[in-house]
Nanobody, 130 residues
Framework: QVHLVESGGGSVQVGRSLRLSCAAS?????????TQWFRQSPGKGREGVAV????????DYHISVVGRFIISQDKTNNTVYLQMNNLRPEDTAMYYC??????????????????????WGQGTQVTVSS
């Protein structure tokens, strides 16, 4: 059973940075998973923010965070990070990491909706104030 634990959320002012962490355990084969960060604001659905192919390290981002957020990993401790720079009030949300097994060996781990993911963390709150 895959277990994901997020940390690193908090309250910051506009323009500041935060780094979220997603520590994973229980992978049968780490390299066969995609890890994606989502966020959810009150009254809205979960929005994909950034995704990482754990095997290749390739990444993809939602247009709203390109140039500001960076997804990365530390394979030695099975942790995926989301570095969030130049934060804006509209980035305020609960942030979740999620994982899914790659559908096939060539699966590039592109951005997918929340319904595609079957492993979820508990979430960490990010609040950006002006």
């Amino acid at each position: 059973q895959v277990h994901l634990v997020e940390s690193g959320g908090g309250s910051v002012q506009v323009g500041r940075s935060l780094r979220l962490s997603c520590a994973a355990s229980g992978y049968r084969r780490t390299s066969t998973y995609c890890t994606q960060w989502f966020r959810q604001s009150p009254g809205k659905g979960r929005e994909g923010v950034a995704v990482l192919n754990v095997a290749s390290g390739s990444t993809d981002y939602h247009i709203s965070v390109v140039g500001r957020f960076i997804i990365s990993q530390d394979k030695t401790n099975n942790t995926v990070y989301l570095q969030m720079n130049n934060l804006r009030p509209e980035d305020t949300a609960m942030y979740y990491c999620a994982a899914r097994a790659r559908d096939y060996s060539g699966d590039p781990c592109s951005m997918r909706p929340a319904s595609a993911y079957n492993y979820w963390g508990q979430g960490t709150q990010v609040t950006v104030s002006s």
